[in-house]
């Protein structure tokens, strides 16, 4: 079946200009999260969705970012007015429900975003 | 803070030879352990994983060792193959919740 799609796959921006990310979940996943990658950084946790709950916010590292999840699918990562230092890959992940700790996240392949 | 502190950065072995990675964690209500294995242009996908009510889990010739009083686990993958060489992650998380705390990664390169 399909695994987590990501688009664009690529995207270059100039500073100060929005962007906008998009997930494709897994179909029937309920849990949604975005990753940032960073050259020698590991993966930063920046928002988690998980069925009708309110998201969990607590990674996103400024108010220039935000997220949505429409229908408990599809979701969509905005960063306003970028800057350089929002150079990274994007990652999404799903997975089926929450579990304890026993279900596996699937990532998508990610959207690496460059910043002029 | 880094909450799971992951070494080497990178690591060079050679074919046939045990690659070895360790992290090591703070906050003891960690209960899930799992290894994340990524190949370039692509997303990180599950290795292995383990709980520390165990000590060691392997799978094939990938073993996680667990050191629960230590607060610390490693990944060994014995008879390293070049197809071995990505990125690996360890990761930690808690509770019911699934939010994962990623150590730094492990570039790996297994030559021929």
């Known amino acids: 079946g399909a695994g987590v799609s990501q688009s664009p796959s690529n995207k270059v921006t100039e500073k100060g200009k929005d962007v906008e990310l998009r997930c494709d979940p897994i179909?029937?996943?309920?849990?949604l999260y975005w990753y940032r990658q960073s050259l020698g950084q590991g993966l930063e946790f920046l928002i988690y969705?998980?069925?009708?709950?309110?998201?969990?916010k607590s990674g996103l590292p400024s108010d220039r970012f935000s997220a949505e999840r429409t229908g408990g699918s599809v979701s969509t990562l905005t960063i306003q007015r970028t800057q350089q230092e929002d150079s990274a890959v994007y990652l999404c992940?799903?997975?089926?429900?929450?579990?304890?700790?026993?279900?596996?996240?699937?990532f998508g392949p990610g959207t690496r975003l460059t910043v002029l | 803070q880094q909450q799971v502190k992951q070494s080497p950065q990178s690591l060079i072995v050679q074919k046939g030879g045990i690659s070895i990675i360790n992290c090591a964690y703070e906050?003891?209500?960690?209960?899930?352990f799992p290894w994340y294995q990524q190949f370039p242009g692509k997303g990180p996908a599950l290795l292995i994983a383990?709980?520390?009510?165990?000590s060691e889990k392997k799978e094939g010739r990938f073993t996680i060792s667990f050191n629960k009083s230590a607060k610390q686990f490693s990944l060994h993958i014995m008879d390293s193959q070049p197809g071995d060489s990505a990125t690996y992650f360890c990761?930690?998380?808690?509770?019911?919740?699934?939010?994962?705390?990623f150590g730094i990664g492990t570039k790996l390169q297994v030559i021929p």
């Open positions: 992940a799903s997975s089926h429900e929450r579990h304890p700790n026993t279900d596996t996240q699937y």
């Open positions: 179909s029937g996943h309920t849990a």
């Open positions: 969705f998980q069925g009708n709950s309110a998201p969990d």
């Open positions: 906050n003891t209500a960690f209960d899930y």
């Open positions: 383990i709980r520390p009510d165990v």
């Open positions: 990761a930690a998380s808690s509770g019911g919740y699934q939010k994962v705390t």
